[in-house]
């Protein structure tokens, strides 16, 4: 392992000596410079260019040109490059000033090597937490960049135009589409792009919520609101201030939830459960559904106002059996990801397998190909996945293989097919509504108008 180097600017020639011992003992590489014209020159050099050294250790007192003046110099033009001040007891002043102008710590003269020491490895450590929380930030940009949502197809540069002029705005923004076509990556890579990417990016599910909490945890509640209360408590609004809020599934929220998230959306505000104080907060709302929710204003299960209050910049993600070209390319991000996570080689596919993949219909979009790749990967015993490997469910949906509709059993209607799958549900979950809906894939609000038609009635 490269050792790390520190530049010491010192003009005592018996301190030098000492702490080039101690720092050499200690692992360290040491430069040495007895004035700040030398501390430059040697920074300055192609030999030794900034970049090399760990951190910088200079005296406050120099010959020539001052350590202060030195400090301002080197954190002008090498801002990323830590630096410790000496100076002598009593020139506390002096060390404050030296921090204003952005000196990483402090040590006062005479002091024991011991405490410089612990100095230096706390500088030295705080500056490598914060390189990798600048890493890990770039890493996460670029995780949620346009650039990095697969996608070549017409529909989909489509989709990236209208949410890159968006991104910049604080517009709100309706996500549409199939479950799985990729709508909280999208939200993420807008509010990347946004002038609040540095703010709290919020996701609630409203779908998981229970109609009985959703209130508490989207507004937050004070303590004694109800019992268990013992202390307030903030809510994801609150949490997403000066950022966004990802409101995903937002057509299963309950209609008395609805007119309240309708006054955040008009006021941005609201009050805590239990409370009177009205909380103001600075928020971009981003909202996605999978359901059809002008359908749900004539069902009634969804209000108008608020529809039109998020349906401001609506985005809709097409599924992937509408944009097959783009199926190459997903399989082949699939194919290195895995490889990536297992710290395996990258496997290929096979044209037959490729066939395989890009005929079938694709229900679960984006998510199910990628779990169909992760599995082939596991399960298959070569290097090139075959088209044995591919393992399709194809129970779903059975198609035509000329229109792609599905076929009913002989005599029976859409509305009636409809309703014997419902039933099938009911039965298969011992009349749980809830789970029903899930096996569906219908939210609470769609089975309860379902079941309303049919005349079921509903104990929930």
Same mark, same amino acid.
């Given at each position: 392992?490269?050792?790390?180097?520190?530049?010491?600017?010192?003009?005592?020639?018996?301190?030098?000596?000492?702490?080039?011992?101690?720092?050499?003992?200690?692992?360290?590489?040491?430069?040495?410079?007895?004035?700040?014209?030398?501390?430059?020159?040697?920074?300055?050099?192609?030999?030794?260019?900034?970049?090399?050294?760990?951190?910088?250790?200079?005296?406050?007192?120099?010959?020539?040109?001052?350590?202060?003046?030195?400090?301002?110099?080197?954190?002008?033009?090498?801002?990323?490059?830590?630096?410790?001040?000496? %100076?002598?007891?009593?020139?506390?002043?002096?060390?404050?000033?030296?921090?204003?102008?952005?000196?990483?710590?402090?040590?006062?003269?005479?002091?024991?090597?011991?405490?410089?020491?612990?100095?230096?490895?706390?500088?030295?450590?705080?500056?490598?937490?914060?390189?990798?929380?600048?890493?890990?930030?770039?890493?996460?940009?670029?995780?949620?960049?346009?650039?990095?949502?697969?996608?070549?197809?017409?529909?989909?540069?489509?989709?990236?135009?209208?949410?890159?002029?968006?991104?910049?705005?604080?517009?709100?923004?309706?996500?549409?589409?199939?479950?799985?076509?990729?709508?909280?990556?999208?939200?993420?890579?807008?509010?990347?792009?946004?002038?609040?990417?540095?703010?709290?990016?919020?996701?609630?599910?409203?779908?998981?919520?229970?109609?009985?909490?959703? !209130?508490?945890?989207?507004?937050?509640?004070?303590?004694?609101?109800?019992?268990?209360?013992?202390?307030?408590?903030?809510?994801?609004?609150?949490?997403?201030?000066?950022?966004?809020?990802?409101?995903?599934?937002?057509?299963?929220?309950?209609?008395?939830?609805?007119?309240?998230?309708?006054?955040?959306?008009?006021?941005?505000?609201?009050?805590?459960?239990?409370?009177?104080?009205?909380?103001?907060?600075?928020?971009?709302?981003?909202?996605?559904?999978?359901?059809?929710?002008?359908?749900?204003?004539?069902?009634? %299960?969804?209000? !108008?106002?608020?529809?039109?209050?998020?349906?401001?910049?609506?985005?809709?993600?097409?599924?992937?059996?509408?944009?097959?070209?783009?199926?190459?390319?997903?399989?082949?991000?699939?194919?290195?990801?895995?490889?990536?996570?297992?710290?395996?080689?990258?496997?290929?596919?096979?044209?037959?397998?490729?066939?395989?993949?890009?005929?079938?219909?694709?229900?679960?979009?984006?998510? !199910?190909?990628?779990?169909?790749?992760?599995?082939?990967?596991?399960?298959?015993?070569?290097?090139?996945?075959?088209?044995?490997?591919?393992?399709?469910?194809?129970?779903?949906?059975?198609?035509?293989?000329?229109?792609?509709?599905?076929?009913?059993?002989?005599?029976? %209607?859409?509305?009636?097919?409809?309703?014997?799958?419902?039933?099938?549900?009911?039965?298969?979950?011992?009349?749980?509504?809830?789970?029903?809906?899930?096996?569906?894939?219908?939210?609470?609000?769609?089975?309860?108008?379902?079941?309303?038609?049919?005349?079921?009635?509903?104990?929930?």
């Amino acid at each position: 392992m490269t050792r790390k180097k520190i530049l010491v600017v010192e003009d005592e020639a018996k301190m030098v000596r000492v702490l080039e011992i101690h720092l050499q003992s200690a692992g360290y590489e040491v430069v040495k410079a007895a004035s700040a014209e030398q501390g430059l020159a040697i920074l300055a050099s192609p030999h030794t260019a900034p970049a090399s050294f760990s951190l910088v250790l200079t005296d406050l007192r120099l010959p020539g040109i001052d350590g202060l003046a030195f400090l301002k110099r080197v954190v002008r033009e090498t801002p990323a490059l830590p630096i410790i001040v000496m %100076t002598a007891f009593g020139s506390v002043e002096t060390a404050v000033e030296a921090m204003k102008a952005g000196a990483s710590d402090y040590v006062l003269k005479p002091f024991a090597l011991e405490d410089l020491m612990i100095t230096i490895e706390k500088v030295l450590e705080l500056h490598a937490l914060r390189h990798e929380n600048k890493r890990l930030k770039a890493e996460l940009g670029r995780r949620y960049d346009f650039e990095e949502i697969i996608g070549r197809s017409t529909r989909m540069a489509e989709v990236f135009d209208a949410a890159e002029r968006v991104a910049p705005t604080r517009s709100t923004v309706l996500l549409g589409g199939e479950s799985g076509t990729g709508k909280g990556l999208l939200a993420r890579a807008i509010h990347h792009h946004s002038p609040r990417s540095e703010g709290p990016f919020v996701k609630i599910n409203c779908s998981a919520l229970p109609e009985n909490l959703m !209130e508490s945890e989207l507004f937050g509640y004070e303590k004694g609101a109800f019992t268990g209360a013992s202390q307030s408590h903030a809510g994801k609004f609150e949490q997403a201030d000066k950022g966004t809020v990802f409101l995903d599934e937002i057509g299963d929220v309950p209609l008395p939830i609805q007119v309240k998230l309708l006054r955040v959306l008009q006021e941005r505000e609201f009050e805590r459960l239990g409370g009177k104080k009205t909380i103001h907060v600075d928020v971009r709302i981003i909202a996605a559904t999978n359901q059809d929710l002008r359908a749900a204003l004539e069902q009634g %299960t969804f209000r !108008e106002d608020l529809y039109y209050r998020l349906n401001v910049v609506p985005i809709n993600l097409p599924p992937l059996r509408e944009r097959k070209e783009d199926i190459p390319h997903l399989v082949d991000h699939f194919l290195e990801k895995f490889a990536a996570d297992t710290g395996g080689a990258a496997r290929s596919i096979s044209p037959k397998a490729l066939n395989k993949i890009t005929a079938y219909h694709w229900p679960g979009n984006v998510r !199910e190909l990628e779990n169909i790749i992760e599995r082939s990967m596991v399960l298959s015993r070569n290097d090139v996945i075959q088209g044995e490997d591919i393992q399709l469910d194809t129970r779903a949906v059975s198609t035509s293989a000329t229109d792609g509709v599905p076929f009913l059993p002989d005599g029976m %209607t859409m509305e009636q097919y409809e309703q014997e799958l419902i039933r099938e549900a009911l039965r298969r979950t011992d009349d749980n509504k809830s789970q029903a809906a899930r096996l569906l894939g219908l939210t609470r609000n769609a089975l309860r108008y379902r079941l309303s038609q049919m005349g079921v009635e509903q104990s929930y």
